[in-house]
């Protein structure tokens, strides 16, 4: 155990270069110590960062992909905030049809509300 510091004294933090994970205990030793600069002694005391985590590069993944291009139509006016009168008037059909393709929507995607839905395909994190 290092015995504590005097009062007033200076400590120096000694950091690894970038990229160095853990430095090694021979070189550790060497950038421990003391060092005296215009009179000033500096205890070296070496610190270290860990690495920070690499996720594994992957493609995002939509859900987007399991839609028709109508049914990804129906997911972008719900995204957009439309109800299925709205969408049924933008996308000139019905309201019967917009709640047959949301249905199958919800199916494909394991889902049950609007808001997972647009979850699932815009590729943000659901429970």
């Given at each position: 155990?290092?015995?504590?510091?005097?009062?007033?004294?200076?400590?120096?933090?000694?950091?690894?270069?970038?990229?160095?994970a853990?430095?090694?205990?021979?070189?550790?030793?060497?950038?421990?110590?003391?060092?005296?600069?215009?009179?000033?002694?500096?205890?070296?005391?070496?610190?270290?960062?860990?690495?920070?985590?690499?996720?594994?590069?992957?493609?995002?993944?939509?859900?987007?992909?399991l839609?028709?291009?109508?049914?990804?139509?129906?997911?972008?006016?719900?995204?957009?905030?439309?109800?299925?009168?709205?969408?049924?008037?933008?996308?000139?059909i019905?309201?019967?049809t917009?709640?047959?393709h949301?249905?199958?929507?919800?199916?494909?995607?394991?889902?049950?509300?609007?808001?997972?839905?647009?979850?699932?395909?815009?590729?943000?994190?659901?429970?």
């Amino acid at each position: 155990m290092r015995t504590p510091l005097q009062p007033g004294s200076h400590v120096l933090l000694v950091i690894s270069e970038p990229g160095a994970a853990a430095m090694p205990e021979a070189r550790n030793s060497v950038l421990a110590g003391e060092l005296i600069i215009d009179g000033q002694r500096y205890h070296l005391v070496p610190a270290s960062f860990p690495e920070p985590k690499q996720e594994p590069k992957s493609e995002p993944t939509s859900d987007l992909r399991l839609l028709t291009a109508r049914e990804r139509q129906v997911v972008s006016c719900v995204c957009a905030g439309l109800g299925n009168k709205q969408i049924a008037a933008k996308l000139g059909i019905s309201t019967w049809t917009v709640a047959a393709h949301l249905r199958r929507i919800f199916v494909k995607l394991g889902v049950d509300t609007r808001a997972a839905m647009v979850s699932r395909c815009y590729g943000v994190p659901h429970p």
